[in-house]
């Protein structure tokens, strides 16, 4: 179950006056608000029905009844978080500290970036993706803007795995190669924000094929989301330090490890063969 409690610190920034009402209520009492049906959170907040369902909706939920049972089980676990969040990082002057405050800040938002994604990881989902690819006779990666470093170290993985594959990086290439996508190929589609106008129209392109789609965003009910036959969300808190696309690429980069080493387990032959090539020289 995708943990209810972070997606909301996740994305709180992007919801509308009245879902920060609810969110509010249920981040300051957690095992109060579990116990609560819609009728009775609405009364304890003045918020409607209507909005709190669509908070659970945009948190990715199918509605409030899935929304409320992730609430639960994340409400009464008994984990302790022992270390400062970074949904706590609260910084007037990013440029105004120590390279020791620096280099403190940048490994914690990084640690906590990934162990978050970990947490609302949907294994199914990830399991599918890298079986998907294994079979694959071709695997196409979109990416635009801080993302292409994110496609091509895939890129360069897949290869050593003697997985075809190639990595489309500009407006034209992605129209071109996503129109033209054939039966048993697999496109993968990398954005930060899955909204990106150009990576959200090559996608659309790519359904209209007979390819899988799968896409690599940031969590929450985005454009990219939706489209998608398969989606991996990732961390996308956007509070504190500036360093969105230094996030976005740790998060993104800590996927592809993990597809990688999944699709390991099962190409040891193409690997080992990949290494005995320079290995020989």
Do not use: W
Not at 32 to 45: F, R
Not at 168 to 185: C, G, M, Q, R, V
């Amino acid at each position: 179950m995708k943990n209810c409690i972070i997606k909301l610190k996740e994305c709180y920034g992007r919801l509308s006056k009245s879902e920060k009402i609810v969110a509010d209520y249920i981040l300051k009492n957690k095992l109060t608000a579990s116990d609560l049906t819609i009728s009775e959170l609405s009364k304890k907040t003045n918020v409607s029905c209507s909005t709190i369902n669509r908070l659970a909706l945009n948190l990715g939920y199918d509605g409030y009844k899935e929304f409320i049972k992730s609430l639960y089980l994340n409400a009464h676990n008994d984990e302790k978080e022992l270390n400062k969040h970074i949904y706590d990082v609260d910084i007037d002057d990013d440029f105004n500290l120590s390279i020791k405050e620096v280099a403190s800040l940048v490994c914690s938002l990084n640690i906590e970036a990934i162990t978050n994604t970990y947490k609302m990881l949907d294994m199914k989902t990830l399991n599918k993706v890298i079986k998907l690819i294994d079979k694959a006779q071709r695997v196409v990666i979109f990416a635009l803007s801080g993302s292409i470093v994110v496609a091509k170290d895939m890129l360069f993985k897949l290869e050593r795995l003697g997985i075809a594959c190639q990595v489309s990086d500009n407006y034209h290439s992605l129209l071109a190669n996503a129109s033209t996508l054939k039966k048993n190929e697999l496109a993968v589609f990398i954005s930060y924000s899955g909204n990106t106008k150009e990576v959200i129209e090559a996608a659309k392109l790519a359904k209209e094929t007979e390819a899988t789609v799968v896409g690599i965003t940031m969590v929450g009910n985005n454009q990219l989301s939706k489209l998608v036959d398969y989606s991996i969300q990732h961390s996308s808190v956007d509070r504190g330090i500036k360093t969105f696309s230094t996030r976005s690429r740790v998060v993104q980069e800590n996927i592809v490890d993990m597809i990688f080493i999944g699709l390991v387990t099962k190409r040891k032959e193409q690997l080992n063969k990949y290494y005995s090539l320079f290995m020989s020289r």
